[in-house]
């Protein structure tokens, strides 16, 4: 289901097209609203192509909230997988008492719904996995590693993003913008730190900037949709990306540094402590800014004296495409 500023379409190669429906996702919130409450057109649309096409099995492979007003009709016939990506909700700023009853209404409720209902939960966050398996017993919970966003468009990306036309060798944030990233983390420590004021940061991503900003001469806030063709542009040119979360389950973002082949500086969240031992990966303590700082300082001293390592094959062993379909074949096959 696809949005004005999210076509699929885009990350679905040409020649398998074909072989996915796409559908458009209700605009407006009475629209969307009525959606949640029962998607008449998405369950006929599941219907169809299930009996079509002999399908017997369905993986709900994000939150999926349409699907929970359905998804109890969905069980009695079909095999029913539902990827968690956050059991427990993340830190969020609420622009006003409407809109925190509109989020739990319209997003938590039908998330806690489809784990309740759905006997197959399935997660890429191995802390995650056990906190599953402790909270749900009697169902089976399965974990596989992230799958890569990487799509052809982006590796072949050819548009250069304007905002930042005449710049490179920066320190970059990448994603949506949410209170739960810890993005005035980041800008605070580039904002106070006058170690860091010759230094460059790109926030590249949509959202409500929920911090109080100001412009600054080193900052380029990028508050807009990333399209998958400007995403090589935007790494590439970038020396080192800074995820300052401050509560993670999973991120699919860390898929384009190993890629492009990126330093990488994180918080301490157990997901990306997941990932410790990789080279080119380091940790801050996520409960003190002085320690994002020292590790950007870190970062620089390596690169003036040439001792920045980046992992040269993580990419292929950690996002390969052969590693993630061995580990859904064996999910499904195992089950039956």
């Given at each position: 289901?696809?949005?004005?500023?999210?076509?699929?379409?885009?990350?679905?190669?040409?020649?398998?097209?074909?072989?996915?429906?796409?559908?458009?996702?209700?605009?407006?919130?009475?629209?969307?609203?009525?959606?949640?409450?029962?998607?008449?057109?998405?369950?006929?649309?599941?219907?169809?192509?299930?009996?079509?096409?002999?399908?017997?099995?369905?993986?709900?492979?994000?939150?999926?909230?349409?699907?929970?007003?359905?998804?109890?009709?969905?069980?009695?016939?079909?095999?029913?997988?539902?990827?968690?990506?956050?059991?427990?909700?993340?830190?969020?700023?609420?622009?006003?008492?409407?809109?925190?009853?509109?989020?739990?209404?319209?997003?938590?409720?039908?998330?806690?719904?489809?784990?309740?209902?759905?006997?197959?939960?399935?997660?890429?966050?191995?802390?995650?996995?056990?906190?599953?398996?402790?909270?749900?017993?009697?169902?089976?919970?399965?974990?596989?590693?992230?799958?890569?966003?990487?799509?052809?468009?982006?590796?072949?990306?050819?548009?250069?993003?304007?905002?930042?036309?005449?710049?490179?060798?920066?320190?970059?944030?990448?994603?949506?913008?949410?209170?739960?990233?810890?993005?005035?983390?980041?800008?605070?420590?580039?904002?106070?730190?006058?170690?860091?004021?010759?230094?460059?940061?790109?926030?590249?991503g949509k959202g409500d900037v929920y911090f109080d900003y100001e412009p600054l001469a080193n900052v380029v806030l990028i508050n807009r949709f990333i399209h998958d063709n400007e995403i090589k542009d935007l790494f590439e040119k970038a020396k080192c990306v800074i995820f300052p979360y401050?509560?993670?389950?999973?991120?699919?973002?860390?898929?384009?540094?190993?890629?492009?082949?990126?330093?990488?500086?994180?918080?301490?969240?157990?997901?990306?402590?997941?990932?410790?031992?990789?080279?080119?990966?380091?940790?801050?303590?996520?409960?003190?800014?002085?320690?994002?700082?020292?590790?950007?300082?870190?970062?620089?001293?390596?690169?003036?004296?040439?001792?920045?390592?980046?992992?040269?094959?993580?990419?292929?062993?950690?996002?390969?495409?052969?590693?993630?379909?061995?580990?859904?074949?064996?999910?499904?096959?195992?089950?039956?």
């Amino acid at each position: 289901m696809s949005a004005p500023d999210n076509d699929y379409r885009e990350s679905i190669l040409e020649k398998y097209r074909s072989r996915v429906i796409f559908m458009s996702t209700p605009q407006g919130k009475i629209q969307r609203a009525k959606n949640l409450i029962f998607p008449h057109a998405l369950y006929n649309q599941i219907k169809e192509a299930a009996t079509r096409f002999h399908i017997d099995t369905i993986h709900c492979l994000t939150e999926d909230p349409y699907i929970a007003a359905i998804v109890k009709k969905l069980k009695k016939r079909f095999e029913m997988f539902y990827t968690v990506h956050d059991l427990e909700k993340h830190e969020i700023h609420y622009r006003n008492r409407l809109h925190e009853y509109w989020f739990e209404w319209s997003h938590r409720m039908k998330v806690r719904k489809l784990m309740s209902v759905i006997d197959n939960l399935v997660t890429s966050s191995k802390v995650q996995c056990g906190q599953l398996c402790a909270r749900y017993p009697a169902k089976n919970i399965y974990y596989h590693p992230f799958p890569s966003l990487l799509t052809k468009t982006i590796v072949e990306g050819d548009r250069c993003v304007p905002e930042i036309k005449s710049e490179k060798s920066y320190f970059l944030f990448f994603g949506r913008i949410e209170k739960y990233k810890g993005i005035d983390l980041l800008y605070n420590v580039f904002k106070n730190s006058r170690d860091l004021q010759q230094e460059k940061l790109v926030i590249a991503g949509k959202g409500d900037v929920y911090f109080d900003y100001e412009p600054l001469a080193n900052v380029v806030l990028i508050n807009r949709f990333i399209h998958d063709n400007e995403i090589k542009d935007l790494f590439e040119k970038a020396k080192c990306v800074i995820f300052p979360y401050i509560s993670a389950t999973q991120s699919g973002v860390f898929s384009f540094c190993f890629y492009f082949k990126k330093k990488i500086i994180a918080s301490d969240v157990p997901f990306f402590r997941e990932f410790q031992g990789e080279t080119g990966l380091s940790f801050f303590d996520v409960t003190d800014p002085l320690s994002l700082e020292k590790e950007i300082r870190d970062f620089l001293g390596k690169e003036k004296n040439r001792q920045v390592e980046i992992g040269d094959h993580s990419y292929e062993r950690l996002y390969g495409q052969e590693t993630l379909k061995k580990s859904l074949l064996k999910l499904y096959i195992y089950k039956q």
